[in-house]
């Protein structure tokens, strides 16, 4: 079972925040869980990393893409974090697919488990590793590929690479999608974003920009 917070909590977090934990991670430094409008968030010191602005990006920018929703995808995410594309794919999307989640923060994998649907993890294969290390050297191939690996606001810059990018493109499938969620002030990762895939097709949403790329 997850978190369920109560009533009360629930009528507070509309008046501010109602923090539920506090967490240090060597990965993401400190997490706070976080009940917002009776929704419940994972921040850093300055970013959304799960169900709040970032469930906005995602949704629009896989809504945007016109996924085939009765065919079986194999997906791949980079960044599992606590499971908010995964919920997004399986629980609003219905779509028909089998995801592989990287994730090298294991706090961020626990406070998903602890604070949102089990299901997640449980129909998803979770692999707690560095994303940069596991494109470079995995053999799949995938039907759709999510990028969203932040450190606070900062995309570390060995994801902005060429090399980073070629190794997406090696893992997708003819026809095959991939999403990258970036800030819009990213200027070296659309810079080689473009070298690579030859595409500069953006999608915006508040603050960020979603690469996209379609094989």
Same mark, same amino acid.
């Given at each position: 079972?997850?978190?369920?917070?109560?009533?009360?909590?629930?009528?507070?977090?509309?008046?501010?925040?109602?923090?539920?934990?506090?967490?240090?991670?060597?990965?993401?430094?400190?997490?706070?869980?976080?009940?917002?409008?009776?929704?419940?968030?994972?921040?850093?010191?300055?970013?959304?990393?799960?169900?709040?602005? %970032?469930?906005?990006?995602?949704?629009?920018? %896989?809504? $945007?893409?016109?996924?085939?929703?009765?065919?079986?995808?194999? /997906?791949? /995410?980079?960044?599992?974090?606590?499971?908010?594309?995964?919920?997004?794919?399986?629980?609003?999307?219905?779509?028909?697919?089998?995801?592989?989640?990287?994730?090298?923060?294991?706090?961020?994998?626990?406070?998903?488990?602890?604070?949102?649907?089990?299901?997640?993890?449980?129909?998803?294969?979770?692999?707690? $590793?560095?994303? @940069?290390?596991?494109?470079?050297?995995?053999?799949?191939?995938?039907? %759709?590929?999510?990028?969203?690996?932040?450190?606070?606001?900062?995309?570390?810059?060995?994801?902005?690479?060429?090399? @980073? @990018?070629?190794?997406?493109?090696?893992? %997708?499938?003819?026809?095959?999608?991939?999403?990258?969620?970036?800030?819009?002030?990213? @200027?070296?990762?659309?810079?080689?974003?473009?070298?690579?895939?030859?595409?500069?097709?953006?999608?915006?949403?508040?603050?960020?920009?979603?690469?996209?790329?379609?094989?």
């Amino acid at each position: 079972m997850s978190y369920k917070p109560s009533l009360w909590q629930k009528i507070t977090s509309c008046i501010y925040p109602y923090n539920l934990e506090k967490v240090e991670s060597e990965i993401s430094g400190t997490l706070e869980v976080n009940l917002q409008y009776g929704t419940i968030v994972i921040d850093s010191p300055k970013a959304n990393y799960s169900f709040g602005n %970032l469930h906005i990006v995602f949704r629009e920018a %896989l809504y $945007a893409i016109n996924l085939d929703l009765k065919k079986q995808h194999k /997906v791949l /995410v980079l960044g599992f974090g606590a499971g908010n594309i995964a919920h997004i794919l399986y629980n609003e999307m219905h779509l028909n697919c089998s995801i592989t989640g990287i994730e090298l923060d294991i706090e961020m994998i626990e406070l998903g488990k602890k604070y949102y649907a089990p299901n997640l993890f449980k129909r998803s294969k979770i692999i707690i $590793a560095d994303a @940069f290390e596991y494109i470079k050297t995995q053999t799949e191939t995938y039907d %759709l590929i999510l990028v969203d690996i932040f450190i606070d606001t900062k995309t570390p810059e060995k994801f902005q690479t060429e090399v @980073f @990018f070629e190794a997406l493109k090696k893992a %997708l499938n003819t026809n095959g999608q991939i999403l990258m969620n970036t800030m819009t002030e990213n @200027f070296l990762t659309k810079k080689n974003w473009e070298k690579t895939f030859k595409s500069n097709k953006y999608i915006s949403v508040q603050e960020n920009e979603v690469l996209h790329f379609k094989k």
